[in-house]
T-cell receptor
Framework: GENVEQHPSTLSVQEGDSAVIKCTYS??????FPWYKQELGKGPQLIID?????GEKKDQRIAVTLNKTAKHFSLHITETQPEDSAVYFC????????????FGSGTRLSIRP | EAQVTQNPRYLITVTGKKLTVTCSQN?????MSWYRQDPGLGLRQIYY???????DKGDVPEGYKVSRKEKRNFPLILESPSPNQTSLYFC??????????FGEGSWLTVV
């Protein structure tokens, strides 16, 4: 069945360094790839998303890249700050069916002062 | 303010005692879903609804029921809760092709 694999499961980086989280998906029909950030005690919140007609998207310190041929996409956070510490989830779906979205297993990112 | 509101936020219950977790959204979204979050397993979809009176099973529907009588509400029903349903539950809503909004989560413990 459809599957999204996410790596690493935990990541610790020095404040100011970059963090990269990678995901692969199995369903070639997927064309919408959102990333969610979940802070302690809260629900996941969308931080950035990318659609399959775009290879890269950037929003300030956050960027996402997509390689449709290889079926993988990545989240890049530059100049990390303490408030970036959270659990991050990637996901894949066909954007016309947002009710059926497959999430990765999550990455716990810790920023060391 | 766009919101998905779920209640209760925290609940400890006993095996077999029926319970309902309510979910309400104020964005007039067609799609609503329930997920459970367990360590190392990410978010797994329990049930989803594409509109009023239209519901379908997600990846882990066993032991759960839902209903969608009104567009804004999508309650999750555990008819006979068991300890393996101890989890963190999220309700979510969206309109087609757009951002999914999540509630704040409901911590459920079944003893």
């Amino acid at each position: 069945g459809e599957n999204v694999e996410q790596h690493p499961s935990t990541l610790s980086v020095q404040e100011g360094d970059s963090a990269v989280i990678k995901c692969t998906y199995s369903d070639s029909a997927s064309n919408y790839f959102p990333w969610y950030k979940q802070e302690l005690g809260k629900g996941p919140q969308l931080i950035i998303d990318i659609r399959s007609n775009v290879g890269e998207k950037k929003d300030q310190r956050i960027a996402v890249t997509l390689n449709k041929t290889a079926k993988h996409f990545s989240l890049h956070i530059t100049e990390t700050q303490p408030e970036d510490s959270a659990v991050y989830f990637c996901a894949a779906s066909t954007y016309s069916s947002a009710s059926k979205i497959i999430f990765g297993s999550g990455t716990r990112l810790s920023i060391r002062p | 303010e766009a919101q998905v509101t779920q209640n209760p936020r925290y609940l400890i219950t006993v095996t077999g005692k029926k319970l309902t977790v309510t979910c309400s959204q104020n964005m007039n979204h067609e799609y609503m879903s329930w997920y459970r979050q367990d360590p190392g397993l990410g978010l797994r979809q329990i049930y989803y609804s594409m509109n009023v009176e239209v519901t379908d099973k997600g990846d882990v529907p066993e032991g759960y029921k839902v209903s969608r009588k009104e567009k804004r509400n999508f309650p999750l029903i555990l008819e006979s809760p068991s300890p393996n349903q101890t989890s963190l539950y999220f309700c979510a809503s969206s309109s087609p092709g757009n951002t999914i909004y999540f509630g704040e989560g409901s911590w459920l413990t079944v003893v």
